[in-house]
């Protein structure tokens, strides 16, 4: 019988700095070969089982453990994290994090290299690695010159080239184009097989993940496992919704017909899952099911016209880009990594200035105004909340920019409690920042200007690392936002299900020019689209095509809109 390669019995932690244990009577064996997923609300535990197989507890973060934890037959209490490296690869959710080469072809070598070993073993085995990953036109450029899916490539190499047996990846679809997210995952499960490797990723994109291959799905909640079965059968027993975790769409609009998930087969499959009844469930619900007129907003807000920009004006990133953004609106604007929305969004707030064109918000010329004056009129998110960061406890943080602008403590002290709850952070208020993971500290960047009070918010990848909850609580406030101040909503996303769920309109970016305007239901059944935008069918259009329902645009827009309105009504 094959021995686990993974052991956990009876497993406590807690943290020094913690009152509470975060891992409590965990129980778990993960056997040599196999590809597991862990989900779980934010706090659940998930991140910190695996800095429990990595090494990294108790050595980088201390604490108290009890019972049995066993990494390839290596106890974790008589374990340094140097030595459990050899039989753990870790991917970050943040692959720059990890990086320490000046080129690819460096940090493919670094372990190798600080082993000692010989130039004729170290070129041989980037060589390999970099053939097998896609990365050979890549190793002379620099980490931070390639795309995300790119970077997401360069880290696993990094780990693979020291053939360690286990694969550990941290969300490894936060910051993905949905293209490069779906290459991730089949190049995890080819790699899986073709090595032999046991594969942990621990993932917030459930439907996502599960696309390729997962033999196990392990759901934590207060630091307990409270799942560990095929993904089947936690589909089918509806455990993610109970969990606060997001469901596969196709399987919420199956639901919402009225078929039971149990009746299902081919669960995980939305081109081949099948029921007595549901394809004349689904033609009923499409039927009887109508959609509201769209909402036409006439007042526009920001104004662009004939944009360029590069840095280096002969390779332009935005070219003669013009479009219109009406005020009160909540837009996704979308396309792969590396397309120009993030420069977009800096030649709005002025930390860059264009070679040509105009840019007008509220018929003011925005080139005219600076950084500071801008920052009055429109709030802007960066997606990585490190750069954004500028005190040590979360409270000062939020309070920052009031304190800039001579508000009153009384009045900080109340803006400040009233946008923490929204965003979920009341009870760390006093936290020190550096105890956050990625996602909270998301949380916090996004509390810092909500609390400002922009007329325009600019959010770049606002979900990414959230779990479900905090996810539709952040959502909500900002539809609420939307409505009740007519605040205009600018969304940079790589997440398909934000863009469908809170958007009426998606402008889709593709080599610096606007590729589509149109809804989100629009762009995600045109093929043409998705293919140049590096965007991904959603499941629902594959529901359509599964049962042969009329338009798929029609349908997706009526289960987008059902959905909205149980929402509201919650």
Not at 164 to 185: V, Y
């Amino acid at each position: 019988m094959t021995k686990p390669i993974i052991t956990f019995q009876n497993f406590n932690f807690q943290y020094d700095s913690q009152a509470e244990p975060t891992l409590k009577k965990i129980n778990l064996e993960i056997f040599p070969g196999e590809r597991v997923l862990i989900a779980g609300e934010s706090g659940s535990g998930k991140s910190t089982l695996g800095r429990c197989i990595n090494g990294l507890i108790p050595e980088a973060y201390p604490g108290k453990l009890s019972g049995t934890c066993l990494i390839n037959g290596h106890h974790l209490q008589d374990s340094s994290i140097f030595e459990l490296s050899f039989d753990v690869g870790t991917v970050l959710q943040d692959p720059d994090s990890q990086f320490v080469g000046l080129t690819v072809v460096e940090d493919l070598a670094f372990s190798l290299e600080n082993d000692c070993c010989s130039q004729e073993k170290m070129a041989s085995a980037t060589q390999k690695w970099a053939e097998r990953l896609h990365l050979t036109e890549l190793l002379k450029h620099s980490p931070q010159e390639i795309s995300g899916g790119q970077k997401q490539r360069v880290a696993m190499a990094g780990v693979l080239i020291d053939e360690s047996k286990i694969l550990l990846f941290d969300e490894p679809l936060a910051n993905l184009d949905p293209a490069a997210g779906r290459a991730t995952m089949k190049l995890l499960n080819h790699l899986a097989k073709q090595q032999e490797l046991t594969v942990i990723i621990i993932e917030h994109r459930i439907e996502e993940a599960l696309q390729v291959g997962i033999d196990r799905l392990v759901l934590m909640k207060n630091g307990q496992i409270v799942a560990n079965d095929i993904p089947a059968k936690i589909l089918k027993d509806n455990l993610l919704p109970q969990l606060g975790l997001r469901e596969p769409l196709y399987l919420s609009a199956i639901k919402q017909c009225g078929v039971d998930l149990q009746a299902c087969q081919n669960l995980l499959d939305s081109k081949k899952i099948t029921a007595v009844g549901l394809a004349d469930k689904l033609q009923q619900w499409n039927t009887a099911t109508i959609l509201n007129a769209k909402i036409v907003r006439k007042e526009p807000l920001l104004v662009i016209k004939q944009l360029s920009f590069g840095y280096q004006p002969e390779l332009p990133i935005i070219r003669q880009l013009s479009l219109t953004i009406y005020r009160g609106e909540m837009i996704s604007l979308v396309g792969q990594n590396g397309t120009g929305k993030s420069t977009l969004s800096n030649l709005i707030t002025g930390f860059l200035q264009p070679q040509a064109g105009q840019i007008l918000f509220a018929g003011e010329d925005l080139l005219k105004l600076s950084v500071k004056q801008r920052a009055a009129k429109i709030g802007y998110i960066l997606q990585d909340p490190n750069q954004m960061i500028s005190q040590t406890k979360i409270f000062d943080e939020v309070a920052s920019g009031l304190r800039l602008r001579k508000v009153s403590e009384d009045q900080v002290k109340d803006k400040v409690y009233y946008i923490l709850r929204i965003c979920g952070l009341y009870e760390m208020r006093h936290w020190p920042i550096s105890a956050l993971s990625f996602g909270q500290k998301k949380r916090v960047t996004i509390a810092a200007i909500l609390v400002l009070e922009p007329q325009m918010l600019i959010l770049d990848e606002p979900t990414a690392g959230q779990d479900l909850k905090h996810y539709t609580e952040i959502m909500t406030f900002l539809e609420k936002l939307q409505l009740q101040q007519n605040l205009t909503i600018i969304l940079i996303t790589h997440d398909m299900h934000l863009m469908l769920e809170y958007t009426q309109r998606t402008l889709v970016l593709n080599a610096g020019n606007l590729l589509a305007d149109a809804t989100p239901a629009e762009v995600l059944t045109n093929a043409q689209i998705i293919e140049k935008a590096s965007l991904a069918q959603t499941s629902l259009y594959d529901l359509t095509q599964r049962f042969n329902l009329p338009s798929a645009n029609e349908f997706i827009a009526k289960f987008i809109q059902t959905e909205r309105q149980e929402r509201q009504c919650d």
